[in-house]
């Protein structure tokens, strides 16, 4: 299966913290690059960043500074680690990766962020 798979989400306070992860299957995970969107209700689908290959990482002016996206080749696994949430941080975020010129998208999970 080459769709990938999110899990983590969940609600947490302003200020607080919260892991997402992404698992993908072997055979497409060391040869993808891998991103995170995310979607807020009544708004667009939303670039957050992404992670190639070898490691490289860029993300979004939003979240520049308080999120990091990582990867673990023996899990095929990437993670993003969110920091200092917003409220507005609240979503539904999506990972997806390319392969052989397909892009897949997992099926979202949730974060909210509220006191």
């Known amino acids: 299966q080459v769709q990938p798979v999110e899990s983590g989400g969940g609600l947490v306070q302003p200020g607080g913290s919260l892991t997402l992860s992404c698992a993908a299957s072997?055979?497409?995970?060391?040869?993808?690059?891998m991103g995170w969107y995310r979607q807020a209700p009544g708004k667009s689908r939303e670039w957050v960043g992404f992670i190639t290959p070898g490691g490289s990482t860029n993300y979004a002016d939003s979240v520049k500074g308080r999120f990091t996206i990582s990867r673990d080749n023996a899990k095929n696994v990437i993670y993003l680690q969110m920091n200092s949430l917003k409220p507005e941080d609240t979503a539904v975020y999506y990972c997806?990766?390319?392969?052989?010129?397909?892009?897949?998208w997992g099926q979202g999970t949730q974060v909210t962020v509220s006191s």
């Open positions: 997806n990766l390319g392969f052989r010129s397909t892009t897949y």
């Open positions: 072997r055979s497409t995970f060391s040869s993808s690059t």
